[in-house]
């Protein structure tokens, strides 16, 4: 079955840090751009992060630049979300999907579970 499984997520204080997770079965995650979205409640979904395949170029919403960083990682099948000096407003139930888009307005199908990210003291 083709799918990707979000993991990583979870409460941490603002400053703090989390690596979120993004594992494809059924595909090798190489082949296609992977993206991060998120979801506040109450807010449309939006593309934070992305990462190409072939020239691995990646790209960042504005407000996550400097802050965010996205790998992957080709023997594990996975592509990661490294976020540092997590804020409040990060909250969110973060996605993974074969799509690059940064911001609002992203077309796609497919979402999986998510995994939960809250940013409170």
């Known amino acids: 079955q083709v799918q990707l499984v979000e993991s990583g997520g979870g409460l941490v204080q603002p400053g703090g840090s989390l690596r979120l997770s993004c594992t494809a079965f059924g595909f090798a995650i190489e082949d296609y751009p992977i993206g991060w979205f998120r979801q506040a409640p109450g807010k449309e979904r939006e593309g934070v992060s992305c990462?190409?395949?072939?020239?691995?170029?990646?790209h960042y919403l504005h407000s996550v630049k400097g802050r965010f960083t996205i790998s992957r990682d080709n023997a594990k099948n996975t592509v990661y979300l490294q976020m540092n000096s997590l804020k409040p407003e990060d909250t969110a139930v973060y996605y993974c999907?074969?799509?690059?888009?940064?911001?609002?307005?992203?077309?796609?199908?497919?979402w999986g579970q998510g995994t939960q990210v809250t940013v409170s003291s």
């Open positions: 990462i190409r395949a072939g020239d691995r170029s990646t």
């Open positions: 999907a074969k799509s690059c888009f940064i911001g609002l307005g992203v077309i796609y199908n497919n």
